[in-house]
């Protein structure tokens, strides 16, 4: 089992919160999930993701907490996440992806149109969709009654303002993050990925995954609950 003294700051996907990940929280009380700071205008993800560093370093020094570390997060969370890791310090002992991208490449054009579209769409709109597209969604990936719940309860909390700033930094995301190890033989934090084998929202294309979840789609924390917590507890030993 990992030490106390092991954090792991997991940041969710889009229009979802620390709830994404509660099955797991429920295992691992190291798994942390820093709330999101509001972008500045139309921030880039890249700017976006330095000051949450310098958010999660001065929430660390004021708890305390200087231990062992891990940062990552679940598809958007993902890439937030690999743009920290060259603002912090010191650095994470890893990155953990679920469902995400390690660059540029793995972002179909599909999901780039559909992203940029949906950064565009009204705030009222959004809020009538949200419900409906969240048990939608939920029916797609063949949630339990609970889990559609909790989709369905992430969905409609969530912010249109930051959900439309979200999908444009998303989409227009340059996908190149620095001070990783995206591919062998490369210096830097060394990312660790976890992806549904039918991820239908973000599929792995370029088969980067170092682990590959069998007719898992893209809520695996929720699906494939045990399977996740027992891969996340193995990174973090």
């Known amino acids: 089992m990992q030490t106390a003294s092991t954090t792991l700051y997991m940041l969710p996907g889009l229009a ?3 709830r994404l990940f509660e099955p797991q929280k429920q295992v691992m ?4 999930t820093p709330a999101w700071i509001m972008p500045i ?13 310098q958010a999660l370093q001065t929430a660390r020094e004021s708890s305390g ?4 570390y891990f940062v990552g997060g679940f598809s958007f969370g993902g890439q937030v996440a690999l743009e920290m890791v060259q603002h912090l ?7 953990v992806l679920i469902c995400g991208v390690r660059s540029r490449a793995q972002i179909l054009p599909d999901f780039e149109r559909q992203q940029r579209m949906a950064g565009l769409v009204p705030a009222f709109v959004q809020r009538l969709m949200y419900g409906p597209y969240a048990k939608h969604f939920a029916k797609q990936e063949r949630l339990s009654e609970e889990h559609t719940a909790l989709l369905v309860g992430m969905a409609k909390a969530n912010d249109p303002a930051f959900l439309n700033w979200s999908s ?8 190149k993050p620095k001070g990783v190890a995206n591919e062998p033989g490369e210096n830097g934090v060394v990312v660790h990925h976890l992806h549904g084998e039918c991820d239908s929202v973000i599929p792995d294309v370029r088969k980067q995954a170092t682990k590959t979840l069998a007719a898992a789609g ?3 924390t929720f699906t494939h609950a045990e399977a996740v917590t027992a891969w996340l507890q193995h990174v973090v030993q």
């Open 41 to 53: 205008g139309r921030e880039r993800l890249e700017t976006y993701a330095k000051r949450m560093a």
């Open 218 to 220: 893209h809520l695996v």
């Open 65 to 68: 907490q200087r231990g062992r």
């Open 168 to 175: 444009w930094a998303c989409a227009t995301w340059e996908g």
């Open 89 to 95: 310090s010191p650095k994470p002992s890893g990155v």
């Open 29 to 32: 009380p190291q798994l942390q």
């Open 16 to 18: 979802a919160d620390a």
